[in-house]
């Protein structure tokens, strides 16, 4: 028997940023599966939705899949939730969309939330082309030379960071160019929400000198000039 499988974005800090569509699906369907069920749970209870809740995180993400997959076989229909944004978006759920539909399962898209479309949207500039990175290695090897190779694209790119590192990763942006423009946006769509613009080395400078750095990082960094033509390729110049 073959069902749905629903993945389904959430806030990532507002709640008023959930979906009328994303509430319909939770009360619809029979199981609702999670990152972490006691999250979820919580956003469930502000709901007032009961369902039965099933673990799918990152750590047992392909042995939880086949439980899952074993539900959508009986009949059941599922809604994924990770923990804030949208799952598959550097958070688990790419998995377990995958191996359903490979199963044979329709998979059906409920869009909401992202740090990444949320900092984009107000960053003032993107062109084209943009690369999202998600999170950089956190050993500084690996984060260094990963991030040259980014930020000598002629494309904008956008990061996530912990508050434990955000300080390394605007040190590395500035040794590689200390003038390229970066937007930050700490705690979006929480009490606490700040975007900061301004060059590596100005943003270096200002996060350097807080006494406490809290909340999740989304960063966008502006893309290389360097080697860009004078003139589109698409002009008649």
Known sequence: MMSTLYIV????????????????????????????TRHTLQLLNHLEIKKPLVSCRSQNEEFASQKIIKMLDEGQTVAYASDAGTPGVSDPGAILAGLARQAGHTVVPI????????????????????????????KPG?????????????????????PFRITKL???????????????????????????????????????????????FAVFISKSLKNSKEFDEDSDN
């Open 142 to 162: 690996r984060r260094r030379s990963r991030l040259r190779e980014l930020m000598a694209m002629e494309a904008a790119i956008v990061l996530y960071e912990s």
């Open 111 to 138: 869009p909401g939330p992202s740090a990444f479309a949320s900092l984009v949207s107000v960053a003032g500039a993107g062109g084209k082309t943009l690369v999202f990175e998600g999170f950089l290695s956190p």
């Open 170 to 216: 605007l040190t590395d942006i500035a040794d590689i160019d200390s003038e390229r423009r970066v937007v930050i946006g700490r705690e979006l769509t929480k009490l606490h929400e700040e975007i900061v613009e301004g060059t590596a080395q100005q943003l270096l400078e200002d996060f350097t000198s807080r006494s406490k750095i809290q909340g999740e």
């Open 9 to 36: 974005g959430t806030p990532i800090g507002n709640l008023g940023d959930i979906t009328f569509r994303a509430v319909e699906t939770f009360k619809s369907v029979d199981v609702v599966a999670a990152e972490d």
